[in-house]
Nanobody, 114 residues
Framework: VQLVESGGGLVQAGGSLRLSCVAS????????MGWYRQAPGNRRELIAT???????NYADSVKGRFTISRDSAKNTLYLEMNSLKPEDAAVYYC?????????WGQGTQVTVSS
């Protein structure tokens, strides 16, 4: 299984970005999908998850600003990020959990200028 993220980049504070994660195999419809991020010197932290049935969960730090969604027809996970803050800058990773296995993407860099 491969997960490929895209959509990162440089944005000004207050701006928006949309991250995408395409899964290479069709486990997508049955997997719980999530977005994590890791800033330099920090642990990787969970940002948001969405189950196969569409239930979502968010870290308090992004509630009301970020939206996770999935398109099973395209095997694609999204993270819509609005009102970005400098502290949101990090490498963002896509994760898939399917049965006993966890898969990670390679990450995409998000930089937020103040």
């Amino acid at each position: 299984v491969q997960l490929v993220e895209s959509g990162g980049g440089l944005v000004q504070a207050g701006g928006s970005l949309r991250l995408s994660c395409v899964a290479s195999r069709n486990i997508f419809s049955a997997a719980t999908m999530g977005w994590y991020r890791q800033a330099p010197g920090n642990r990787r932290e969970l940002i948001a998850t969405v189950t196969s049935t569409g239930s979502t969960n968010y870290a308090d730090s992004v509630k009301g600003r970020f939206t996770i969604s999935r398109d099973s027809a395209k095997n694609t996970l999204y993270l819509e990020m609005n009102s970005l803050k400098p502290e949101d800058a990090a490498v963002y990773y896509c994760q898939a959990t399917y049965r006993a296995y966890t898969y990670w993407g390679q990450g995409t860099q998000v930089t937020v200028s103040s």
